[in-house]
């Protein structure tokens, strides 16, 4: 009598224990770019295969409230003259293959990155301030003179040429790359599944070319910190687009989705609880020719830099995708001066009075102009055409200035940018690694801009090798004093994602953070470690 | 008509080193080279390395020659945004979705066009005839990135009869084929529709008509035949169109064809895969003209090919 319940409850339990180990968690991703050469991060980052990064195990990454935590690294320390630094990696991992992964692999990455073509030299150059870089990536010192040692198995020691007091947090982009397989094969081992190694939290299963989808697994050699909690990952970066996402995500057929401007209000009313937000760490700004008429005048560049009404232009034709910014840096980043801030002001009165100190009053004289911007997708894609109207409207309205827009492809705008091909810009920006000299890097030294400003260069370089963080960010402050002194830029607006998670979705990635937002995918480690289903 | 067909065969080969030539001139007319898309600067050594690897820093002319020597031994180079496979290995693989949806949204949608079409023209001026040029005039004014969004929202997202998006499964394929389809059902239907009105309005048709012969005998061995001209012209340079892969059809299909990287081609400056497209592209259409010339002859005697012979 007393023997039924019993052995159907003994059955319930012992069917609950075992369905969750038999399912597999498949969790359907979009991507960021349907192409994508190779599978290497360290060979191309802008060029790189979907979510490549997520196959090897940087030296250390950031969690969701934007703490650096060590990866392949158990620790590091700093030498007494802050010029060397010593990364211990952990005992036992290993690549797929069941190659060990030693020191040699990290710095065989950097190397390689060094030597042969990599969209990343400025980076270890600037924010890695690696010794003898900059030289190597000319070619003219050889690639055994870098600051890169793997002095043992397990260590690491790099030198840099001024002390960098951030050098860790620049390290969660520095994965290693598997030289027995190069040594195999060449870079093409990182072209095809079959070749392909890893040494992070996921593997690869396979790799749909026409359209950059990859498939990741659990691994099952992995042994360091943040294990996948999922056994399959599909990331396919068709779904990138919200136009095909949200449809897709309402069939059921992917996890999430992010959202355009017009979807924002339906998604919200529809599934209020699955609304997630983050503030990028990026910046929209105007950059100009400093060399060319007519904002080689300081008094034009001060004219336009109060020209801006960011409080309307994010209330009305940037709702919901956008804040405005008073700095290059972004709320919440390491170095936001409140004070900075507060200068970039909507004036119209101070702004005629700028251009008309220049001699151009009423904009009289004021020859035409034209913007450039960068054909976008993504968050910018929605902003930067929208804001470049709004803009040119408003220079019109009160400055008197007619300003034309042109929308170029990629190249053509860097290469504007880059050869002074014009002298107005909107340029984007968004950060590398969790540090102000990011930031300020973009303008230091020529940088992306071909800006050479004496004084604001000292400042950055006194900044960055200093170790006293109070200090530091004081100095960065003073920096970007001499960028609002000089009208060096015009911060436009901070972009904000919006996406829509499945309420299946789970664990510590899923929710926001202590800001209140949820950066999703562009913490990739954190992100997809942290995510059950 | 052999004659015909190997002067024609020339005068392709003329317009395929034309095209050729026109097509490489202007994609390095563009400003910009493979290694500038990006945010950060590769260094001018790096990229000197990248670029003589590549046999950019050759001058323009030595660069056409090589490019167009081994096309004549179908080496259509590597594409730079796909690394470790040539360009031919990549079309074979890409084109193989397009081909499928597009050919099928043609090869379905052109028959269900002339049905139409010839319906309205046996009952002109009736309803049937008013949905059919309604059918058309929408099939051909809807953009088709509309039309997909529009069969996802019903079907998949409100219905839920079938899948939003995506490739390998047949079931997957149902929505594409109809975007592909709306226009060659509109096209058809408007051409068969006034071919027919056309040619039922000839002497012959009454002469036949007087002779006795059914209606139905008059319609489909008479007229049809002689409105098929219009029909053939339209069909091949259309199916080459199609089956090529719509980038829009397959970015909302989320279908990884060969659509995209027409674009992306020229985005990223990848000349060998740009100049691979355009010249499969040239030589098709060319072909494709050169049919629909030799199947005017077959279909209609009184048109012979290649003039006064």
């Keep these: ?533 | 008509m052999l004659g015909f067909i190997l002067r024609r065969l020339v005068s392709v080969a003329f317009t395929f080193i034309a095209v050729s030539i026109i097509i490489f001139l202007m994609m390095h007319a563009v400003p910009g080279g493979p290694f500038d898309a990006n945010d950060m600067p590769v260094s001018e050594a790096v990229r000197a390395k990248m670029m003589a690897q590549l046999g950019l820093d050759q001058p323009l002319y030595v660069q056409y020659l090589r490019y167009m020597w081994g096309v004549m031994q179908f080496d259509f180079g590597v594409p730079y945004q796909s690394p470790g496979e040539s360009v031919l290995q990549l079309l074979s693989r890409a084109w193989v979705p397009s081909l499928v949806l597009g050919g099928l949204g043609v090869l379905i949608g052109a028959p269900l066009g002339i049905l139409l079409g010839m319906a309205a023209a046996l009952n002109r001026n009736s309803w049937i005839d008013y949905l059919a040029s309604a059918v058309a005039t929408i099939g051909l004014t809807i953009p088709v990135f509309v039309t997909s969004m529009l069969l996802i929202l019903v079907f998949a997202v409100w219905l839920k009869w079938l899948p939003a998006s995506g490739w390998p499964h047949p079931e997957r394929w149902i929505l594409p084929i109809i975007a592909y389809a709306a226009i060659p059902v509109a096209t058809y239907a408007r051409y068969t529709r006034s071919a027919m009105l056309d040619t039922m309005s000839r002497p012959f048709v009454t002469v036949l008509r007087a002779k006795g012969l059914s209606e139905q005998r008059i319609v489909f061995q008479h007229v049809l035949r002689n409105s098929a001209i219009p029909l053939v012209t339209v069909f091949l340079p259309m199916f080459i169109g199609t089956a090529t892969g719509s980038i829009f059809v397959e970015a909302m299909f989320r279908i990884p064809g060969l659509g995209a990287y027409f674009v992306s081609s020229i985005e990223t400056r990848d000349y060998p895969l740009e100049m691979a497209l355009m010249l499969m592209i040239t030589f098709m259409y060319c072909i494709a003209y050169l049919l629909s010339d030799i199947v005017y002859a077959l279909i209609n005697p009184r048109i012979r090919v290649g003039g006064a012979e």
């Design chain 1, 1 to 533: 009598m007393h023997i039924l319940p019993k052995l159907v409850g003994a059955l319930a339990v012992a069917t609950a224990l075992t369905l969750p180990a038999l399912a597999q968690t498949t969790i359907v991703a979009p991507g960021q770019s349907t192409t994508g050469t190779y599978m290497d991060y360290m060979k191309t980052v802008y060029d790189r295969a979907t979510f490549a990064e997520l196959l090897q195990v940087p030296i250390a990454t950031f969690d969701k409230e934007f703490e650096l935590t060590p990866m392949a690294a158990e620790s590091w320390s700093q030498s007494e003259d802050g010029l060397t630094w010593t990364f211990k990696l952990r005992e036992g991992l290993v690549w797929s293959d069941g190659e060990p992964l030693t020191a040699e692999d990290y710095v065989f990455a950097l190397q390689r990155a060094a030597t042969s073509g990599y969209d990343f030299a400025w980076y270890w150059d600037f924010a890695g301030g690696i010794k003898g870089w900059k030289e190597v990536t000319e070619g003219t010192a050889d690639v055994s003179t870098l600051g890169l040692t793997a002095v043992d198995d397990l260590t690491i020691e790099v030198t840099t040429t001024a002390p960098k007091p951030y050098l860790p947090s620049v390290t969660s982009l520095w994965y290693p790359v598997p030289k027995h397989k190069v040594d195999e094969l060449g870079d093409d081992w990182a072209l095809n599944v079959d070749t392909i190694v890893s040494s992070g939290p996921f593997e690869i299963e396979s790799w749909e070319k026409s359209n950059n989808a990859v498939v990741f697994t659990k691994s099952d050699t992995y042994t360091g910190p943040w294990q996948a909690q999922i056994d399959r990952l599909e990331v396919d970066p068709s779904l990138g687009a919200p136009e095909v996402g949200l449809p897709a995500y309402l069939a059921g057929d992917t996890d999430y989705s992010f959202l355009n401007t017009g979807q924002v209000p339906v998604a919200m009313a529809a599934e209020p609880d699955g609304i997630r937000k983050n503030a990028v760490f990026a910046t929209s700004y105007i950059s100009y020719d400093l060399e060319s008429e007519p904002f080689n005048n300081v008094d034009v560049r001060r004219a336009f830099y109060h020209a801006i009404d960011r409080e309307e232009l994010t209330s009305t034709v940037l709702k919901d995708i956008a804040i405005p910014a008073g700095s290059i840096l972004p709320p919440g980043y390491p170095g936001y001066n409140p004070d900075v801030v507060a200068q970039a002001t909507f004036d119209p009165e101070q702004a005629k009075q700028f251009l008309a100190d220049a001699g151009y009053p009423n904009g009289e004289g004021f020859p035409e102009i034209e913007i450039w911007i960068r054909e976008e997708g993504g968050y910018n894609g929605a902003i930067i055409p929208a804001m470049a109207q709004y803009i040119q409207a408003e220079l019109k309205e009160i400055l008197g200035i007619t300003v034309n827009i042109r929308q170029l492809p990629g190249a053509d705008w860097m290469d504007g940018l880059r050869g002074a091909k014009n002298n107005i810009f909107i340029a984007p920006y968004e950060y590398d690694y969790l540090d102000p000299s990011n930031f300020y890097g973009i303008f230091f030294n020529g940088g992306r801009h071909n800006y050479f400003v004496p004084e604001y260069d000292a400042l950055v370089a006194k900044a960055d090798a200093e170790s006293d963080w109070d200090t530091r960010y004081a100095l960065y402050a003073e920096a970007e004093q001499v960028m609002i002194d000089q009208g060096l830029i015009v911060p436009l607006v901070h972009p904000i994602t919006t996406a829509i998670i499945s309420g299946e979705l789970g664990g510590e990635a899923s929710t926001p953070n202590a800001l209140g937002f949820t950066p999703l995918d562009r913490l990739g480690h954190y992100f997809f470690t942290h995510l059950t289903k």
